[in-house]
């Protein structure tokens, strides 16, 4: 399956290790990673990419918006991954960032979030380890039946 | 973890080539060095130019770059990193598009300005700006040379033919590292998409784009190449519009103390035209300022005008001759040096004083945002997140400001205590 993956974030530090956890853990899952950045206008505009996550030779690419911060108006019918849609509550120290990458694993279930899991338990991340373990094994009921519908339309 | 970002890859090279002075302008997404931010554009650039002149290796970051006179031979390397697409072709200029490949640029701009004894502009289109790579580990030339002044150092110059030598020789050594550079079977030209095709590298005087051929471009980039191929080579290729792919627009975010957000939020008429000759595109869009310099600006008030403006500048740029001028208009200064005060203009101490109509030096700008009190939200006051409009953050897209458990909170961290969301807040609910 390919995916492409559209990134935005408000808090470069957080948002920083989590892309880059992204990769890594694609990477090792064989996945071909191209990264595409977009301008900034100001030094706290948010940070806006596009991945595109490659596994197979196949040409379609399933879209999921990975939205941080509840940055993004999304209008159209697909899968998005925000605060507000989880309910995960947005907090200074931006735990919520964990979760939501979490649930973007349990998306994109060929990729291993060991790696992820590993850091946030030798660093004692625990309330960030403890989001990122609920939502990397189970998604919210109605988001889950959402996301089901959608790729199934898609099919 | 081996993936580095844009900010870290440009920190790396900046820390291990032995840079001896660093200039960048302000706000600019590495945030190298503000040791010469208080400098314009043009003031630093002369700084760099000069000191590269007498054997020090320098670099710059710029957001725009003004067009410069290649005259003499620089002793020392000079590098001048460019955020987005130059509008001239000044210097020898290498472009990278994807971050991958920033460090063998880096390194080709290392040799081409040792070799050619010339500044090399490094222009960055915006997906090497924010983005991750994998990089290998590179090896940057460490050497530098002992400084050297004479007294025709700077009034030699260089004949044209010396330049064009150069010119030449750089070109040799481009050649060498682009071998796969084929210019001249473009179809296609992107800058700012990497999937598209685009020039390695251009030189000054030596242009190889076919221009009888039709290229396909991107609407809004047309007008950027048009500007630069006629000003760098007084050629203009033939385009047309490529159809470009949809893009989702985050909600902009502001400086939490923004000098911009407490002077429109207090101050703002709808009869009066503002300006500026701060370069923040963020504010220049939301408030629809007109960029001029601060000469331009008096230039205007040559005569009484028949609408109100307001200029805001930096208290830097401000000098004393102007204040004869100043019976019409109105100037807001920044206060970015730290002045106790200016004849003419009312000194404010917090930004909650200020007043419309009226000459003010602002207790800060951009570049040194101070900060005050905290400040609190009381939630029993706090009513519209519901109604999904909080005025607050409509109106100051204050990066301290988010929603959580349906009410507004404030990040402690980096709110300045401004107090512009207070001042716009019906409810009374931040104090």
Redesign the interface.
């Given at each position: 399956m390919n995916y492409y993956l559209?990134l935005?974030g408000?808090k470069p530090e957080y948002y920083?290790i989590c892309?880059?956890?992204l990769?890594?853990s694609a990477?090792n899952s064989d996945y071909v990673v191209d990264?595409?950045?977009?301008?900034?206008?100001?030094?706290?505009?948010?940070?806006?990419?596009e991945i595109f996550l490659t596994g197979s030779s196949k040409r379609k690419f399933q879209k999921i918006?990975v939205d941080f911060?509840?940055?993004?108006?999304?209008s159209e019918r697909t899968i998005c991954l925000s605060p507000d849609i989880l309910s995960i509550?947005?907090?200074?120290k931006a735990t919520h960032y964990w979760g939501i990458l979490g649930s973007l694993f349990k998306v994109i279930s060929d990729i291993s979030p060991a790696y992820v899991a590993g850091y946030l338990l030798e660093n004692q991340m625990k309330t960030e380890l403890s989001l990122f373990t609920t939502y990397s094994t189970q998604l919210p009921f109605a988001v889950q039946v959402a996301i089901t519908e959608i790729v199934t339309d898609q099919d | 973890?081996d993936?580095k970002?844009?900010k870290e890859i440009i920190t790396e090279f900046v820390s291990r080539s032995s840079f001896i002075r660093i200039y960048s302008d302000p706000?600019l997404?590495f945030?190298i060095s503000d040791e010469l931010s208080s400098l314009s554009v043009k003031e630093g650039l002369d700084f760099l130019f000069s000191s590269s002149l007498v054997g020090n290796r320098v670099i710059g970051f710029f957001e725009e770059l003004p067009c410069f006179k290649l005259d003499k031979f620089f002793r020392g390397d000079c590098i001048l990193i460019l955020m987005g697409l130059p509008t001239n072709i000044s210097a020898p200029t290498l472009f990278c598009r994807r971050?991958e490949d920033l460090p063998k640029i880096l390194n080709v701009a290392l040799k081409l300005t040792t070799d050619v004894r010339l500044p090399v502009v490094i222009s960055l289109s915006?997906?090497?700006?924010?983005?991750?790579?994998?990089t290998e580990k590179y090896y940057y030339d460490l050497k530098t040379i002992p400084t050297y002044l004479a007294k025709d150092t700077f009034t030699s110059v260089m004949s044209n033919g010396d330049l064009l030598d150069a010119l030449l020789a750089a070109r040799k050594i481009l050649i060498d590292s682009f071998p796969d550079d084929d210019a001249d079977k473009f179809t296609e030209l992107s800058f700012k998409d990497?999937t598209k095709r685009f020039f390695n590298y251009l030189l000054p005087q030596i242009f190889t784009l076919d221009t009888d051929k039709k290229i396909a471009a991107y609407q809004d980039e047309i007008l950027k190449f048009e500007e630069l191929f006629t000003s760098a080579y007084n050629v203009c290729p033939n385009f047309f519009v490529m159809p470009e792919p949809e893009?989702?627009?985050?909600?902009?975010?502001?400086?939490?103390g923004c000098p911009f957000v407490n002077i429109f939020v207090r101050t703002h008429k709808e009869d009066v035209v503002y300006f500026t000759d701060i370069k923040?595109?963020?504010?220049i869009?939301k408030y629809k300022l007109t960029y001029i310099t601060i000469d331009s600006y008096f230039g205007l008030l040559s005569r009484t005008l028949n609408a109100k403006t307001l200029m805001i500048t930096r208290a830097s740029s401000y000098k004393p001759h102007y204040e004869r001028m100043l019976k019409t208009g109105n100037i807001i200064l920044l206060n970015d040096v730290s002045i106790k005060s200016i004849k003419g203009f009312t000194t404010l101490r917090h930004p909650k004083k200020l007043v419309a109509d009226e000459n003010v030096l602002f207790p800060y700008s951009c570049y040194n945002i101070k900060k005050y009190g905290k400040v609190k939200i009381k939630k029993s006051r706090c009513k519209c997140v519901g109604d999904n409009a909080p005025i607050c953050t409509m109106a100051t897209h204050c990066?301290a400001l988010?929603?959580?458990?349906d009410t507004m909170?404030i990040?402690?961290?980096i709110c300045t205590g401004c107090m512009a969301c207070a001042s716009i807040c019906k409810n009374g609910a931040i104090v």
């Amino acid at each position: 399956m390919n995916y492409y993956l559209i990134l935005t974030g408000a808090k470069p530090e957080y948002y920083d290790i989590c892309v880059k956890f992204l990769i890594h853990s694609a990477m090792n899952s064989d996945y071909v990673v191209d990264i595409i950045s977009h301008s900034v206008t100001s030094p706290v505009s948010p940070i806006y990419n596009e991945i595109f996550l490659t596994g197979s030779s196949k040409r379609k690419f399933q879209k999921i918006i990975v939205d941080f911060d509840a940055l993004l108006e999304v209008s159209e019918r697909t899968i998005c991954l925000s605060p507000d849609i989880l309910s995960i509550d947005s907090d200074i120290k931006a735990t919520h960032y964990w979760g939501i990458l979490g649930s973007l694993f349990k998306v994109i279930s060929d990729i291993s979030p060991a790696y992820v899991a590993g850091y946030l338990l030798e660093n004692q991340m625990k309330t960030e380890l403890s989001l990122f373990t609920t939502y990397s094994t189970q998604l919210p009921f109605a988001v889950q039946v959402a996301i089901t519908e959608i790729v199934t339309d898609q099919d | 973890m081996d993936i580095k970002n844009s900010k870290e890859i440009i920190t790396e090279f900046v820390s291990r080539s032995s840079f001896i002075r660093i200039y960048s302008d302000p706000n600019l997404p590495f945030n190298i060095s503000d040791e010469l931010s208080s400098l314009s554009v043009k003031e630093g650039l002369d700084f760099l130019f000069s000191s590269s002149l007498v054997g020090n290796r320098v670099i710059g970051f710029f957001e725009e770059l003004p067009c410069f006179k290649l005259d003499k031979f620089f002793r020392g390397d000079c590098i001048l990193i460019l955020m987005g697409l130059p509008t001239n072709i000044s210097a020898p200029t290498l472009f990278c598009r994807r971050l991958e490949d920033l460090p063998k640029i880096l390194n080709v701009a290392l040799k081409l300005t040792t070799d050619v004894r010339l500044p090399v502009v490094i222009s960055l289109s915006h997906n090497v700006r924010n983005n991750f790579a994998i990089t290998e580990k590179y090896y940057y030339d460490l050497k530098t040379i002992p400084t050297y002044l004479a007294k025709d150092t700077f009034t030699s110059v260089m004949s044209n033919g010396d330049l064009l030598d150069a010119l030449l020789a750089a070109r040799k050594i481009l050649i060498d590292s682009f071998p796969d550079d084929d210019a001249d079977k473009f179809t296609e030209l992107s800058f700012k998409d990497s999937t598209k095709r685009f020039f390695n590298y251009l030189l000054p005087q030596i242009f190889t784009l076919d221009t009888d051929k039709k290229i396909a471009a991107y609407q809004d980039e047309i007008l950027k190449f048009e500007e630069l191929f006629t000003s760098a080579y007084n050629v203009c290729p033939n385009f047309f519009v490529m159809p470009e792919p949809e893009l989702y627009k985050p909600k902009e975010l502001l400086c939490p103390g923004c000098p911009f957000v407490n002077i429109f939020v207090r101050t703002h008429k709808e009869d009066v035209v503002y300006f500026t000759d701060i370069k923040c595109k963020a504010v220049i869009e939301k408030y629809k300022l007109t960029y001029i310099t601060i000469d331009s600006y008096f230039g205007l008030l040559s005569r009484t005008l028949n609408a109100k403006t307001l200029m805001i500048t930096r208290a830097s740029s401000y000098k004393p001759h102007y204040e004869r001028m100043l019976k019409t208009g109105n100037i807001i200064l920044l206060n970015d040096v730290s002045i106790k005060s200016i004849k003419g203009f009312t000194t404010l101490r917090h930004p909650k004083k200020l007043v419309a109509d009226e000459n003010v030096l602002f207790p800060y700008s951009c570049y040194n945002i101070k900060k005050y009190g905290k400040v609190k939200i009381k939630k029993s006051r706090c009513k519209c997140v519901g109604d999904n409009a909080p005025i607050c953050t409509m109106a100051t897209h204050c990066s301290a400001l988010y929603i959580a458990d349906d009410t507004m909170n404030i990040d402690p961290s980096i709110c300045t205590g401004c107090m512009a969301c207070a001042s716009i807040c019906k409810n009374g609910a931040i104090v």
